[in-house]
């Protein structure tokens, strides 16, 4: 008898991968910029797509084998771009309350 590989929608992907359709959806989108290794569906029609459940198995397993240390640290600000973004919502809270006031004092 002859296998037939199991075909999962999109929900059916995040539910095992215990995430949003919307993340199923960015990890697709930034596999398709060639970023990542999420594994892309095989096309069924114009934008709709299935994945073979082998596919999506594969994938939580190499995800089981990630070393959190071997990832890239996420770069930090400056000390001094810090700054600078602080005093801009300062500068931008500022107005907003100086408008209110206004407003206030108008009606």
Request: aromatic fraction near 4%; avoid cysteine; hydrophobic fraction near 35%.
């Amino acid at each position: 008898m002859e296998h037939t590989p199991k075909i999962l929608l999109i929900g059916e992907v995040a539910s095992r991968l215990r995430i949003s359709v919307a993340s199923v959806n960015r990890y697709l989108a930034l596999r398709r910029r060639g970023e990542g290794t999420f594994p892309l569906p095989i096309s069924v029609s114009r934008g709709k797509g299935r994945w073979l459940e082998s596919d999506i198995d594969d994938y939580i397993e190499s995800l089981s084998n990630v070393n959190v240390n071997d990832t890239a640290p996420v770069p930090l600000k400056s000390k001094k771009q810090q700054e600078r973004e602080f005093n801009e919502r300062q500068e931008k809270a500022a107005k907003t309350l100086a408008r209110h006031a206004r407003n206030r004092k108008s009606k």
